[in-house]
């Protein structure tokens, strides 16, 4: 499994997706995630110089952790500079993974490092990436509030209900 490099920001957001990938590999009997090696500083560094933009601190941490990477199927992916870009979303963000697989992705603000999931024109801002990774895990770690056994009992015992109404009437 891959190292969380020491003081990083995201370690509290890290270790619970990685569980929680842990977790989806195990309930689906395949590997579904995957997490590329970190990228080096001078690659984060020479991408900043060339576009004339801050990689926000709070993304760098996770570039420090992994590169290019992919999150339960297509819950979310991420890239590393080389692969950043701004086809089709608004001017001033830089896009930097997808989630979901419909088309919605990750960008930061140029100008204020502010990140934000864009989706057909919408958009969700968040102050930084722990924000967009707490997201990620809340997909992740959703639990029906119903089992489907739970749900067809209390759905027979309406159907039962109904019955018994519609006899008395």
């Known amino acids: ?16 997706l990685l569980e929680l990938c842990k977790k989806d590999e195990q309930d689906k009997g395949e590997r579904r995630s995957y997490f590329n090696e970190p990228v080096p500083e001078e690659e984060m ?4 110089e060339r576009n004339e933009t801050k990689i926000p601190e709070s ?3 996770w570039l420090r952790f992994s590169g290019k990477c992919r999150i339960a199927g297509n819950t979310a992916t991420f890239w590393g500079p080389s692969e950043f870009h701004s086809d089709h979303v608004p001017e001033g963000l830089v896009v930097i993974g997808e989630m979901i697989g419909d088309g919605e992705v990750i960008c930061f603000s140029k100008s204020d490092g502010v990140f934000a999931r864009v989706f057909e024109g919408k958009t969700k801002e968040f102050d930084d990436f722990a924000g967009v990774l707490k ?8 639990k029906p509030i ?5 749900y067809l009992e209390l759905l027979q015992k309406l159907r039962e209900k109904r019955e018994r109404e519609n006899q008395e009437k």
Request: hydrophobic share 30%.
């Open 1 to 16: 499994m891959r190292k969380i490099p020491e003081s990083n920001s995201l370690e509290k957001e890290i270790k619970k």
């Open 45 to 48: 560094k020479n991408w900043e």
């Open 59 to 61: 993304y760098k941490d």
């Open 135 to 142: 997201e990620i895990i809340k997909l992740m770690d959703d």
């Open 146 to 150: 119903l089992s489907n056994e739970r």
